[in-house]
């Protein structure tokens, strides 16, 4: 490829494919070159050579399109042409990895001060046998992506394995057919029936974890029970044994700060079991005050039809956690999903923002993070602390808890803590009407952004 292409000896190589190249109305039957900054083709037919060098940088779109001209082809656009790709063994697969380093390739232009290249790829070789070892190491990458993705889980988690399962759905009543996820951090579910159930169970929950007796109607289940008194079972998994042997590894490597003084595992019999903590991280509203609910006050004014809105929201989410238990550990279905599309009651959104965007998973990752931040950044004098002063009496004026100075502090704060830690944006504010202002990010989801953290002192 260097040879062929003129590429510098730190280009990697990941993968290569046979295809043909549309050059006007003639197929060039060649190779496809993909690696990590250029997407390359060569042909050399009937004495004619062609070669083509894309950089992913300069890539605008990429298409997986049939057509009658292009059969089962790939469309790459850029700036100021489009190629086509055609007749490939399996063009699904060339199509995700040409995604994932475009993808990449994106990041880092957009990024460029703060993104850092994953350092843990193979150093590219001479023999093309370790190309595949480069190829698998982006197909982690991209399982990895998707699984945090899915599950809103923390920058540094890694996917394990998978299985297949059954899980026991006491709000159906049923047994919900789906796959289990193991990482460093966290047991998850999905099933395969989109909506109908996912589950996340950070092992810092988890108190026991048991193989229970087998049956035919119910082969080869496990028991996981978490502090919070919650029980799920699993069944039909093929290697229970080495299931529950993987999930007693991940237990004993869980940080002994999260369970206090005392030992945070015992093994008895076949359960692997945790004492109790000394502070629990189940949040709920008295764990964790909203601001806005601490000034929610019942006033003649709040009997209005606004009012009776919330409390209808409220009461639906307060059926829904009899339901569907309540926390990081809760079941999340279609149910779930129509609730927060319908809005989250004012009461609740501290609570549940946190749950669902999954800053609550980056506060136990990345324990006292922000007051950290807060603490460097206050005290300093700078453009955007400037502009943050001018707006803070008159941010929100509707809502009373940034009517005073508690709640004008905390948005202070904040505001102040995220424009420090991403100078790059800093502090920016959009006009609502003629007569007043609103931060662009408010104070909810300015903590949330602060606390989706890929890793402590870099941005994400």
Known sequence: MRRLFGMPDEEKLVNYYSCSYWKGRVPRQGWLYLSVNHLCFYSFLLGKEVTLVVPWTEVTQLEKNATLVFPESVRVSTRHTEHFFSMFLNITDTF????????????????????EFDRSLPKPCKTLKNVSALKRDFDARAKNEW???????????????????????????????????????????????????????????????EKADSSSVLPCPVSISTKNKMNFLFANLK????????????????????????NPLSLIGPAVRQPEPRLSFYFTR?????????????????????????????????????????????????????????????????????????????????????GDLVEAAMGQCSLATEEIERDLHRSMPEHRAFQNETGIAALRRVLTAYAHRNPGIGYCQVRADSSRSLPLITFGLVVLVILRINEPGKSG
């Not at 079941?331 to 609740?348: A, F, H, W």
Request: a negative charge; glycine letters at 6%.
């Open 147 to 209: 699984y945090r993705a899915m599950f809103r889980l923390t920058h540094d988690e890694r996917l394990d394995g998978h299985t297949d399962c059954t899980l026991w759905a006491p709000f159906a009543k049923m047994h919900v057919v789906g796959q289990l996820f193991i990482s460093n951090n966290y047991i998850c579910f999905n099933s395969k029936e989109e909506d109908l159930c996912q589950l996340i169970i950070p092992l810092r929950e988890v108190s026991v974890v």
């Open 96 to 115: 995700k990895l040409m995604e994932q380093l475009a993808n990449l390739a994106m990041r880092q232009l957009l990024d460029n001060e703060a993104f």
């Open 286 to 370: 008295s764990v964790i005050p909203s601001k806005l609910f601490l000034y929610h006050r019942d006033s003649p004014e709040d009997l209005g039809p606004k009012a009776m809105k919330e409390k209808m929201k409220e009461e639906a989410w307060n059926i829904h956690f009899s339901e569907f238990g309540r926390g990081v550990c809760m079941y999340r279905t279609s149910r779930t999903r129509e609730l927060v599309l319908n809005g989250i009651p004012e009461r609740l959104r501290g609570e549940l923002w946190l749950l669902f965007s999954g800053a609550q998973n980056e506060i136990v990752s990345h324990p006292g993070y922000y």
């Open 239 to 262: 290697d229970r044994d080495f299931l529950v042997q993987r999930i007693s590894d991940f237990l004993q490597r869980t940080p002994d700060s999260l369970w206090g003084d005392t």
